[in-house]
T-cell receptor, first 114, second 114 residues
């Protein structure tokens, strides 16, 4: 069974503080993704990775950094958190080709920046 | 750039009836993939069904099927014999055959009443 886990599940941060959201996958997928979900916007891609050591900017990367130290782990980093980054963040993993085209999503992290 | 539009914000149906959710997309790519995902009340996001742009036949999985109208850039999701547990938010998404990114629509909330 595909598995993507995220930590923490809930986080309250202060404006200007540093926040790190972590994601772990046991699917052995090459690709990993970070999305944020806001009412009226659906899921928007922040950063993604093709494999360990790589990170790429998605559609809304400003204010976020990403790190992929290993095949299994992908982190999203908010160096200076702002209230506009209050959202629900989802990590996903996936590979393209063969019988596997879909992405598998983690349970989400609810981040509140005060 | 790709764009996915879901104009139906919410739909309410009676259990055991059939519902159709609309989705239109924009792309310059000649080959692409279209997906539908379901987000349950708990926040879990799961893959439902996929349509490959080069296939003329509509995809079907269980009580989910697609109405793919390529000339209209439309990919509707049809759920037959709806059940209470089908109540969720449904997202349409697409990916180019040459890319790694998924572009999501804003979602349609489905409520199935007994």
């Amino acid at each position: 069974e595909a598995a993507v886990t995220q930590s923490p599940r809930n986080k309250v941060a202060v404006t200007g503080g540093k926040v790190t959201l972590s994601c772990n996958q046991t699917n052995n997928h090459n690709n990993m993704y970070w999305y944020r979900q806001d009412t009226g916007h659906g899921l928007r891609l922040i950063h993604y990775s093709y494999g360990a050591g790589s990170t790429e900017k998605g559609d809304i990367p400003d204010g976020y950094k990403a790190s992929r130290p290993s095949q299994e782990n992908f982190s999203l980093i908010l160096e200076l958190a702002t209230p506009s980054q209050t959202s629900v963040y989802f990590c996903a993993s996936g590979d393209w080709g063969g019988s596997s085209y879909e992405q598998y999503f983690g349970p989400g992290t609810r981040l509140t920046v005060l | 750039a790709q764009k996915v539009t879901q104009t139906q914000t919410s739909i309410s149906v009676v259990e055991k009836t059939t519902v159709t959710m609309d989705c239109v997309y924009e792309t310059r790519d000649s080959s692409y993939f279209l997906f539908w995902y379901k987000q349950t009340a708990s926040g879990e996001i799961v893959f439902l069904i996929r349509q490959d742009s080069y296939k003329k036949e509509n995809a079907t999985v269980g009580h989910y099927s697609l109405n793919f109208q390529k000339p209209k850039s439309s990919i509707g999701l049809i759920i037959t014999a709806t059940q209470i547990e089908d109540s969720a938010v449904y997202f349409c998404a697409m990916r180019s055959n040459m890319g790694y990114k998924l572009t999501f629509g804003t979602g349609t909330s489905l409520l199935v009443d007994p």
